[in-house]
Protein backbone atom coordinates (compact mmCIF):
# COMPACT_ATOMS: atom_id res chain seq x y z
CA UNK A 1 0.00 0.00 0.00
CA UNK A 2 1.47 3.09 -1.17
CA UNK A 3 1.50 5.96 1.75
CA UNK A 4 0.39 9.41 0.69
CA UNK A 5 2.17 12.29 1.40
CA UNK A 6 1.35 15.37 2.79
CA UNK A 7 1.65 18.27 0.50
CA UNK A 8 2.69 22.11 0.98
CA UNK A 9 -0.52 22.84 0.20
CA UNK A 10 -1.92 19.90 3.04
CA UNK A 11 0.33 21.16 6.00
CA UNK A 12 -0.34 25.37 4.30
CA UNK A 13 -4.30 24.61 5.15
CA UNK A 14 -3.56 22.75 8.48
CA UNK A 15 -1.77 25.78 9.51
CA UNK A 16 -4.53 28.42 8.36
CA UNK A 17 -7.00 26.25 9.63
CA UNK A 18 -6.20 23.68 12.74
CA UNK A 19 -8.02 26.34 15.17
CA UNK A 20 -10.84 26.79 13.52
CA UNK A 21 -11.56 23.08 12.26
CA UNK A 22 -11.88 19.63 14.17
CA UNK A 23 -9.27 17.09 12.92
CA UNK A 24 -12.34 15.28 11.27
CA UNK A 25 -13.32 18.32 9.31
CA UNK A 26 -9.97 18.62 8.23
CA UNK A 27 -9.92 15.28 7.01
CA UNK A 28 -12.78 15.82 5.25
CA UNK A 29 -11.44 18.94 2.81
CA UNK A 30 -7.61 16.88 3.15
CA UNK A 31 -9.54 13.29 2.45
CA UNK A 32 -7.63 11.69 5.13
CA UNK A 33 -8.82 10.31 8.61
CA UNK A 34 -9.04 12.26 11.84
CA UNK A 35 -5.72 9.91 13.48
CA UNK A 36 -3.86 10.80 10.64
CA UNK A 37 -4.58 14.93 10.46
CA UNK A 38 -3.55 14.71 14.94
CA UNK A 39 -0.74 13.08 13.92
CA UNK A 40 0.28 15.45 11.39
CA UNK A 41 -0.66 18.13 13.78
CA UNK A 42 1.80 16.66 16.19
CA UNK A 43 4.89 16.39 13.88
CA UNK A 44 4.10 20.38 12.52
CA UNK A 45 4.83 21.22 16.42
CA UNK A 46 0.97 22.25 16.20
CA UNK A 47 -1.15 22.07 19.74
CA UNK A 48 -4.53 23.72 20.18
CA UNK A 49 -4.62 25.46 23.36
CA UNK A 50 -6.88 24.49 26.57
CA UNK A 51 -8.97 26.91 26.88
CA UNK A 52 -9.84 26.56 22.85
CA UNK A 53 -10.69 23.57 23.78
CA UNK A 54 -12.76 23.99 26.48
CA UNK A 55 -14.35 26.58 23.98
CA UNK A 56 -15.27 24.03 21.56
CA UNK A 57 -16.33 21.58 23.81
CA UNK A 58 -19.38 23.99 25.01
CA UNK A 59 -20.12 25.72 22.41
CA UNK A 60 -23.11 23.79 21.55
CA UNK A 61 -24.10 24.27 25.07
CA UNK A 62 -27.31 26.70 26.17
CA UNK A 63 -25.50 29.98 27.15
CA UNK A 64 -26.91 31.81 29.99
CA UNK A 65 -30.00 33.76 28.55
CA UNK A 66 -30.89 31.39 25.88
CA UNK A 67 -34.69 31.16 25.29
CA UNK A 68 -35.71 27.68 23.74
CA UNK A 69 -37.98 27.82 21.45
CA UNK A 70 -40.57 26.12 22.59
CA UNK A 71 -40.98 28.68 25.41
CA UNK A 72 -44.37 29.64 26.62
CA UNK A 73 -45.89 27.18 24.30
CA UNK A 74 -47.22 24.14 26.58
CA UNK A 75 -50.05 22.59 25.49
CA UNK A 76 -49.88 23.40 21.93
CA UNK A 77 -50.96 20.91 19.86
CA UNK A 78 -49.01 20.46 16.38
CA UNK A 79 -50.24 17.95 15.16
CA UNK A 80 -53.29 16.98 16.57
CA UNK A 81 -54.21 14.20 14.17
CA UNK A 82 -51.06 11.83 14.66
CA UNK A 83 -51.15 12.34 18.87
CA UNK A 84 -51.96 9.73 21.16
CA UNK A 85 -55.22 10.38 23.11
CA UNK A 86 -55.74 9.91 26.34
CA UNK A 87 -56.45 6.57 27.70
CA UNK A 88 -54.96 5.32 23.85
CA UNK A 89 -53.10 1.83 24.40
CA UNK A 90 -50.87 -0.86 21.92
CA UNK A 91 -52.54 -3.38 20.12
CA UNK A 92 -50.31 -5.53 22.04
CA UNK A 93 -51.65 -4.48 25.86
CA UNK A 94 -52.72 -7.42 27.80
CA UNK A 95 -56.09 -7.96 29.78
CA UNK A 96 -57.14 -8.74 33.81
CA UNK A 97 -56.37 -12.53 33.66
CA UNK A 98 -54.43 -12.69 30.96
CA UNK A 99 -51.19 -15.12 31.27
CA UNK A 100 -47.83 -14.54 30.13
CA UNK A 101 -44.32 -17.03 30.44
CA UNK A 102 -41.14 -16.05 32.02
CA UNK A 103 -37.81 -17.43 32.06
CA UNK A 104 -36.98 -18.39 35.44
CA UNK A 105 -33.52 -16.40 36.52
CA UNK A 106 -30.36 -18.57 36.43
CA UNK A 107 -29.29 -20.74 34.23
CA UNK A 108 -32.48 -23.14 33.94
CA UNK A 109 -34.61 -23.33 31.12
CA UNK A 110 -37.94 -23.35 33.05
CA UNK A 111 -40.58 -20.90 32.53
CA UNK A 112 -43.01 -19.72 35.11
CA UNK A 113 -46.66 -18.61 34.39
CA UNK A 114 -47.87 -15.22 35.38
CA UNK A 115 -51.28 -13.61 35.43
CA UNK A 116 -52.67 -9.99 35.38
CA UNK A 117 -54.48 -9.21 38.60
CA UNK A 118 -54.69 -5.28 37.30
CA UNK A 119 -52.91 -3.05 34.89
CA UNK A 120 -49.46 -3.33 34.97
CA UNK A 121 -49.40 -5.91 38.32
CA UNK A 122 -48.54 -9.47 37.54
CA UNK A 123 -48.27 -12.22 40.14
CA UNK A 124 -47.19 -15.93 39.53
CA UNK A 125 -49.81 -18.18 38.58
CA UNK A 126 -49.16 -20.94 41.18
CA UNK A 127 -49.72 -18.14 43.73
CA UNK A 128 -53.07 -16.60 42.32
CA UNK A 129 -54.70 -19.94 42.38
CA UNK A 130 -53.65 -20.53 45.94
CA UNK A 131 -55.32 -17.83 47.49
CA UNK A 132 -58.04 -17.98 45.32
CA UNK A 133 -59.24 -20.85 47.51
CA UNK A 134 -57.07 -20.48 50.60
CA UNK A 135 -56.49 -16.79 50.97
CA UNK A 136 -53.20 -15.06 52.13
CA UNK A 137 -50.01 -16.66 51.97
CA UNK A 138 -48.41 -16.77 55.46
CA UNK A 139 -45.18 -14.86 55.81
CA UNK A 140 -42.11 -17.75 55.26
CA UNK A 141 -43.91 -19.55 53.00
CA UNK A 142 -44.32 -19.95 49.86
CA UNK A 143 -46.34 -21.86 46.75
CA UNK A 144 -45.13 -24.71 45.39
CA UNK A 145 -45.57 -26.56 42.30
CA UNK A 146 -45.20 -30.61 42.52
CA UNK A 147 -46.22 -31.27 38.95
CA UNK A 148 -45.52 -30.43 35.53
CA UNK A 149 -48.12 -27.95 34.94
CA UNK A 150 -49.38 -25.17 37.65
CA UNK A 151 -53.39 -26.52 38.67
CA UNK A 152 -55.00 -26.68 42.17
CA UNK A 153 -54.01 -30.05 42.53
CA UNK A 154 -49.96 -29.56 41.98
CA UNK A 155 -49.86 -27.03 44.42
CA UNK A 156 -48.73 -27.16 48.32
CA UNK A 157 -47.79 -24.48 50.76
CA UNK A 158 -44.24 -24.81 52.52
CA UNK A 159 -41.71 -23.12 54.32
CA UNK A 160 -38.69 -21.74 52.37
CA UNK A 161 -36.05 -23.64 54.45
CA UNK A 162 -37.89 -26.93 53.36
CA UNK A 163 -38.14 -25.70 49.63
CA UNK A 164 -34.55 -25.18 49.38
CA UNK A 165 -34.01 -28.33 50.65
CA UNK A 166 -36.20 -29.83 48.03
CA UNK A 167 -34.56 -27.97 45.63
CA UNK A 168 -31.08 -29.40 46.20
CA UNK A 169 -29.41 -31.59 43.95
CA UNK A 170 -27.17 -34.05 46.21
CA UNK A 171 -25.28 -35.70 42.80
CA UNK A 172 -24.70 -32.22 41.54
CA UNK A 173 -23.50 -30.99 44.61
CA UNK A 174 -21.37 -33.73 44.99
CA UNK A 175 -19.88 -33.62 41.88
CA UNK A 176 -18.74 -30.30 42.54
CA UNK A 177 -17.16 -30.49 46.11
CA UNK A 178 -15.14 -33.80 44.48
CA UNK A 179 -13.81 -30.88 41.66
CA UNK A 180 -12.66 -29.03 43.91
CA UNK A 181 -10.97 -31.47 46.51
CA UNK A 182 -9.29 -32.93 43.16
CA UNK A 183 -8.56 -29.28 41.97
CA UNK A 184 -7.41 -28.41 45.62
CA UNK A 185 -8.98 -25.54 46.06
CA UNK A 186 -10.12 -26.60 49.74
CA UNK A 187 -6.64 -26.23 50.65
CA UNK A 188 -7.21 -22.02 49.36
CA UNK A 189 -9.31 -22.16 52.46
CA UNK A 190 -7.97 -20.54 55.79
CA UNK A 191 -10.42 -22.05 57.76
CA UNK A 192 -9.95 -25.63 56.32
CA UNK A 193 -6.28 -25.53 56.88
CA UNK A 194 -6.79 -24.55 60.63
CA UNK A 195 -9.09 -27.27 60.70
CA UNK A 196 -6.92 -29.45 59.67
CA UNK A 197 -4.25 -27.88 62.45
CA UNK A 198 -6.53 -28.16 65.48
CA UNK A 199 -10.02 -30.01 64.47
CA UNK A 200 -11.51 -30.42 67.94
CA UNK A 201 -10.52 -26.92 69.22
CA UNK A 202 -12.52 -23.88 68.13
CA UNK A 203 -10.15 -21.52 69.97
CA UNK A 204 -7.35 -22.58 68.96
CA UNK A 205 -7.98 -22.91 65.09
CA UNK A 206 -9.29 -18.69 65.89
CA UNK A 207 -5.64 -17.85 67.07
CA UNK A 208 -4.31 -20.25 64.05
CA UNK A 209 -5.96 -18.36 61.17
CA UNK A 210 -4.11 -15.27 62.30
CA UNK A 211 -1.46 -16.66 62.28
CA UNK A 212 -0.59 -16.48 58.43
CA UNK A 213 3.37 -18.07 58.28
CA UNK A 214 1.63 -21.10 60.22
CA UNK A 215 -0.93 -21.62 58.02
CA UNK A 216 1.61 -21.38 54.82
CA UNK A 217 3.57 -23.60 56.26
CA UNK A 218 0.84 -25.90 56.56
CA UNK A 219 -0.89 -25.44 52.97
CA UNK A 220 2.68 -26.33 51.83
CA UNK A 221 3.29 -29.27 53.71
CA UNK A 222 -0.51 -30.75 52.14
CA UNK A 223 -0.07 -29.60 48.98
CA UNK A 224 3.16 -31.68 48.88
CA UNK A 225 1.83 -34.93 50.63
CA UNK A 226 -1.27 -34.39 48.39
CA UNK A 227 1.54 -34.64 45.28
CA UNK A 228 3.35 -37.46 46.78
CA UNK A 229 0.20 -39.64 46.70
CA UNK A 230 -1.06 -38.42 43.21
CA UNK A 231 2.30 -39.50 42.08
CA UNK A 232 2.38 -42.82 43.90
CA UNK A 233 -1.09 -43.50 42.70
CA UNK A 234 0.05 -43.05 39.19
CA UNK A 235 2.92 -45.11 39.57
CA UNK A 236 1.23 -48.34 40.77
Not at 50 to 77: F, L, M, Q
Not at 83 to 94: A, D, L, Q, V
Not at 157 to 163: C, G, H, S, W
Request: aromatic residues 6%; hydrophobic residues 30%; proline residues 4%.
Amino acid sequence: MKIRKYTKADDKFIKENYLQLTNSQIGKVLNRSSQGIAGRLNRLGLTRPTEHKHCRANSGCYKKGNVPWNKDVKGIHLSPESEFKPGNKPSCTKYDGAITYRRKKGKSSKKIPYIRVSEGVWIPLSRYLWEQDNGEIPDGKLVRCEGDEVKEENLILIDRKENLNLNRNPEKAGESLKKRWDEDHHLESDRFIAFTIAPFDADMRTTVINQQEIIKLKRLELKLKRGIKRHEDKSG
